[in-house]
């Protein structure tokens, strides 16, 4: 069974600072890995998508890799931000086109 | 295009009411989802339909059912409620079942 998971559950940082979020997963045959971003009671933004035949995806100040045959994905945020601030969620679509999330990581920037 | 919204955005139930959470989409998706999430876990798929008048069952479906009449539209009922099923609630559409999926805002019950 698919399981993911989200490492830090919670993170703080400093307005200005690069910061790397990570995502784990235990079975490598994905069809995709999504980033999402959730506002507090608000709903699912999705950031990016990266296909299982990619590397890596880039929209703005925001990079996320795919390593499948570690299990990996890093979401990398370049000059964070105060309006960054929320939680972020990886999801991994598995064989059968079934999205299984992490728990998530709760990001703090602080001006 | 308003994407994916649902009705209504909170809730409260007592234990054995019954309620039905209305999900539509105006992006002619054919794939839908409902999606269960609580406190310290991520989401998990509760129901999902391929096209009208389909419907499936996803991770954890005990307790909850779903109806998908018009394509546009996704219902998830919940037929007696139980304190277990205080979730926050939400609703996703996608073109074909690899696709990126289209998540709504959510719908907060409690049931007491």
């Known amino acids: 069974k698919q399981e993911v998971t989200q490492i830090p559950a919670a993170l703080s940082v400093p307005e200005g600072e690069n910061l790397v979020l990570n995502c784990s997963f235990t079975d490598s045959a994905i069809y995709n890995l999504q980033w999402f971003r959730q506002d507090p009671g608000k709903g699912l933004t999705s950031l990016l998508l990266?296909?299982?035949?990619?590397r890596e995806q880039t929209s703005g100040r925001l990079n996320a890799s795919l390593d499948k045959s570690s299990g990996r994905s890093t979401l990398y945020i370049a000059a964070s931000q105060p309006g960054d601030s929320a939680t972020y969620l990886c999801a991994v679509m598995d064989s059968s086109y079934k999205l299984i999330f992490g728990s998530g990581t709760r990001l703090l920037v602080r001006p | 295009n308003a994407g994916v919204t649902q009705t209504p955005k909170f809730r409260v139930l007592k234990t054995g009411q019954s309620m039905t959470l209305l999900c539509a989409q105006d992006m002619n998706h054919e794939y839908m989802y409902w999606y269960r999430q609580d406190p310290g876990m991520g989401l998990r798929l509760i129901h999902y339909s391929v096209g009208e008048g389909t419907t499936a069952k996803g991770e954890v479906p005990d307790g909850y059912n779903v109806s998908r009449l018009k394509k546009q539209n996704f219902l998830l009922g919940l037929e007696s409620a139980a304190p277990s099923q205080t979730s926050v609630y939400f609703c996703?559409?996608?073109?074909?079942?690899?696709?990126?999926?289209?998540f709504g805002p959510g719908t907060r019950l409690t049931v007491l």
């Open positions: 990266i296909q299982s035949s990619q």
């Open positions: 996703a559409s996608s073109y074909f079942e690899g696709s990126e999926q289209f």
